[in-house]
């Protein structure tokens, strides 16, 4: 994993996706919500540059996707799912396998570089020293 930075949010975010979301979410209470946000999937690529924010691996077009760092599927959470600082960009096999491990998995905008290194050929993960100790427990 690498350090990113949070992208600046659109200006046309706030209407096009948060207020848009919103008012379906009071019009359509329980339900799942409508994907407002992946016409924001170009800007949010850019900014991680093309790179999957949770395994820092090359993602052709086709195959990012628009991660809600804090699962969208948590009624807790149901006031995130319109808000930009809440997305993440990441490869569509990554973010179906996080489901709702809210806080289970370091946040992109968290992680420092540096905390975890790929041993080659096997692509394990491991552990450096410069994982902070109240951090190697999640790690």
């Known amino acids: ?6 992208p600046p949010e659109p200006t046309d975010f706030e209407k096009q996706v948060r207020k848009a979301g919103n008012n379906w979410l009071v ?10 946000w992946s016409s924001f999937k170009p800007q949010l690529a850019k900014y991680f540059q093309n790179l999957c924010g949770y395994s820092v691996m090359h993602i052709p077009s086709r195959m990012g ?17 319109y808000e930009w600082k809440n997305y993440r960009y990441a490869l569509q096999r990554v973010n179906s396998c ?15 570089d540096n ?25």
């Open 98 to 112: 996080t489901g709702i491990c809210d806080g289970q998995i370091f946040d992109p905008f968290e992680v420092e």
């Open 65 to 81: 996707t628009v991660d809600h760092y804090l699962s969208k599927s948590k009624p807790e959470n149901r006031h995130l799912i």
């Open 1 to 6: 994993m690498m350090r990113f930075t949070p």
């Open 27 to 36: 019009k359509n209470p329980g339900k799942e919500a409508k994907d407002f």
């Open 115 to 139: 905390w975890f290194e790929i041993i080659l050929p096997s692509c394990q993960l491991v552990l450096t020293d410069e994982v902070p100790s109240r951090e190697r427990d999640r790690a």
